[in-house]
């Protein structure tokens, strides 16, 4: 069953590529005003995150900027920064970068497909019966979104998700995407 799912989500993201592809290339059909600069067609963002519990903390710093390619189409990367400890229990320090394409077929609905490559490392104190480990991590997000203007909320799946090797808990991740 695993083989046929494998199989499956990689129709979906090749369909989805072409679907993406084709409508970009549709949308940059059209005209934009030659007046805009590049520096106004950028556009920022990105995430912070801060997390404390019982002898455990995690930090993350995401930021990202995306260019404007036309009213449809946008395209940009992001770095990322995360820290995770948990007392007598381990360390992890995660370094990374992504790319992103965005589609917005119609104002309110926002179509996206972001390779994200990290490098993992995990260290686990003497105590804790685990090895450490360092490795690299490639996800592939397909999502959608409700766009609002410079947020958007929606979800997206990791087509590459490794229950065993991923920072993420599940493959579907809801989001909240804020650019400005």
Known sequence: ????????????????????????T?????????????????????????GFGNNFFSATLAPSAIYQVNPYFATGVGLNFSYASEKDFYDSTILGGSVIALFS????????????????SRNFDRDVPFIDQDYWYPALFLGAGFNTGPVTVGIRYDVLYDRDKSIYGNAWIPFVRVYF
């Open 1 to 24: 069953m695993r083989i046929r799912s494998a199989h499956f989500l990689k129709f979906l993201f090749t369909l989805f590529f072409c679907t993406l592809t084709h409508l970009t």
């Open 26 to 50: 549709y949308s940059q059909s059209y005209t934009t005003p030659t007046s805009q600069s590049f520096a106004s067609r950028m556009r920022y963002g990105g995430a912070i995150g801060l």
């Open 105 to 120: 077929p119609i104002r309110e609905l926002q179509l996206s497909a972001e390779f994200e490559e990290l490098r993992v």
